[in-house]
């Protein structure tokens, strides 16, 4: 069965600074997604970034980037200039490609603090 | 011009009550899902509809009760409510790429219900 570790519950940034988050995983499959999620207090879901196994570049999307090393299962997510509205809980999450079974396994999240 | 809504937000009864929450897509997907989410922020599946066809239906006491009365709505009733039930319900979507080349699988969130069960 597919699990998804964050080994870091709760991590602190300096505004304008760059934090990384930790996320690794364990499947037999080739072919699947990873995605970070943000939740902020408001409780909403929002996706951040994916990355889809066969690429080996890595997703960015503006100033949230990826480093995806597949054989070690590894899928972190690296903030730049860390803004105040991005303090939330992060959740890592992955998703086979194969057959039927679509449903994410989540992490159980970190918590960033983002400090003025 | 929301993605995916659930109704209430908030959702505050007494044990033994039922309740439903409801959930709707305009996005055109054929996918959703339930979630919940406890106290300590974990969260797991309860079920997916594609198509309005059970796909998933995860280990959920049977007085959690899915209703999808088309692609675009999920609905979710729950029995005799319990003081652990108590939790974030989060509604999400999503495309099935089994057969849509270059679609990415990914599932939009609801902004949840927070339901405390006194």
């Known amino acids: 069965a597919q699990t998804v570790t964050q080994s870091q519950p709760e991590m602190s940034v300096q505004e304008a600074e760059t934090v990384t988050l930790s996320c690794t995983y364990d499947?037999?499959?080739?072919?699947?997604?990873l995605f970070w999620y943000k939740q902020p207090p408001s409780r909403q879901m929002i996706l951040v970034i994916r990355?889809?196994?066969?690429k080996q570049q890595n997703a960015t999307e503006n100033r949230f980037s990826v480093n995806f090393q597949k054989a070690a299962k590894s899928f972190s997510l690296k903030i730049s200039d860390s803004q105040l509205g991005d303090a939330a809980m992060y959740f890592c999450a992955y998703s086979s490609n194969a057959g039927n079974n679509r449903k994410l396994i989540w992490g159980l999240g970190t918590s960033l603090a983002v400090n003025p | 011009d929301t993605a995916v809504s659930q109704t209430p937000k908030y959702l505050v009864t007494q044990m033994g009550n039922d309740k439903s929450i409801k959930c709707e897509q305009n996005?055109?997907?054929?996918?959703m899902y339930w979630y919940k989410q406890d106290s300590k922020k974990f969260l797991k599946i309860m079920f997916s509809y594609n198509n309005k066809e059970l796909i998933i239906n995860e280990t959920v006491p049977n007085r959690f009760s899915p209703k999808s009365p088309d692609k675009a709505h999920l609905n979710l009733h729950i029995n005799s409510l319990e003081l652990g039930d108590s939790a974030v319900y989060f509604c999400a979507s999503s495309q099935d790429p089994r057969w849509l080349a270059g679609v990415k699988e990914t599932q939009y969130f609801g902004p949840g219900t927070r339901l405390l069960v006194l």
């Open positions: 499947t037999s499959e080739s072919d699947y997604y």
């Open positions: 990355q889809e196994a066969y």
């Open positions: 996005l055109g997907h054929d996918t």
